[in-house]
């Protein structure tokens, strides 16, 4: 019996583990969402940098992100035009939206289909790590492009 209770001592140690190093990396995110945010001038700014930390509420997050990642996209486009360039895309709009559907669905479709375990999951890390690599493009090519969003509103 001591045996088992190492076990599943052992196996809560390595859930919590993963569990914190999925919070600290999904932390990192909303941080370049916020700096992101940050590049774009306040009077295109749809949602204050700061917000973007509210999907962090449990329940409340999951319809917060449609808001969120729609208002980032509306902010992005509306930076773009102001700055008279092209804009990357759709501003991000698509991949926001498939990644809102996903968190919402992945708990759904595991636990109506079990067969299907995992691929709901898969498909939610694929577009947030794609989200967060474009985000970052985007923050980038503003932070290069002119003074529009210049951190005027660090205390935001």
Avoid at 42 to 65: E, Q, W
Wanted: proline share 3%; no cysteine; glycine share 6%.
């Amino acid at each position: 019996m001591s045996g088992f209770n190492e076990l599943i001592i052992f196996v809560l140690i390595i859930a919590f583990v993963l569990f914190a190093a999925a919070i600290t990396l999904y932390i990192f995110f909303l941080i370049n969402l916020r700096n992101l945010l940050r590049e774009i001038s306040d009077t295109n700014r749809s949602i204050p940098a700061n917000n973007v930390f509210l999907i962090l509420i449990p329940f409340f997050g999951f319809v917060y992100s449609f808001i969120m990642f729609s208002r980032i996209s509306n902010s992005i486009k509306a930076e773009y035009e102001a700055r008279q360039k092209a804009l990357p895309g759709d501003g991000l709009r698509a991949l926001g939206l498939v990644f809102s559907i996903l968190m919402i669905a992945s708990p759904v479709i595991n636990n109506a289909f079990p067969q299907f375990s995992g691929l709901a999951g898969l498909a939610s890390l694929i577009i947030f790590i794609i989200y967060w690599v474009k985000s970052s493009q985007i923050k980038k090519d503003l932070m290069n492009s002119g003074e529009l969003g210049k951190r005027a509103d660090l205390l935001d």
